[in-house]
């Protein structure tokens, strides 16, 4: 097993920042994602990085705008949000994948966060 934290959640203005964090109580795991569901929607991809080399994928609505990083131990997870819209405001999750399929696909991670929030009025 592999717990998630997540951190860094915060009510912000559009067009500011945030930088999210995720800790992972072990390393054990080829992939991991950023997700987000907002009330009443259904949970999305927002970013994702092959731990193994650091390929980065992202979600059409975030590109320009959100980067992923990990640390060298491969056990912290970032997420720096930029030029933040009202949009963006969400419950942000943190997980882990065992394969290396389906970067943005919630079908393809074993290990989630409990989620931390984030809020951005206009």
């Known amino acids: 097993q592999v717990q998630l934290v997540e951190s860094g959640g915060a009510s912000v203005l559009a067009g500011g920042s945030l930088r999210l964090s995720c800790v992972a109580s072990r390393f054990g795991y080829n992939k991991m994602g950023w997700f987000r569901q907002a009330p009443g929607k259904e949970r999305e991809g927002v970013a994702a990085i092959y731990v193994h080399g650091g390929r980065t994928w992202y979600g059409d609505a975030v590109k320009g705008r959100f980067t992923i990083t990990q640390d060298n131990t491969k056990t912290t997870l970032y997420l720096q949000m930029n030029s933040l819209k009202s949009e963006d405001t969400a419950m942000y999750y943190c997980?882990?994948?065992?394969?290396?399929?389906?970067?943005?696909?919630?079908?393809?991670?074993?290990?989630w966060g409990q989620g931390t929030q984030v809020t951005v009025s206009s």
């Open positions: 997980a882990a994948g065992l394969n290396a399929n389906l970067p943005l696909s919630n079908d393809a991670y074993n290990y």
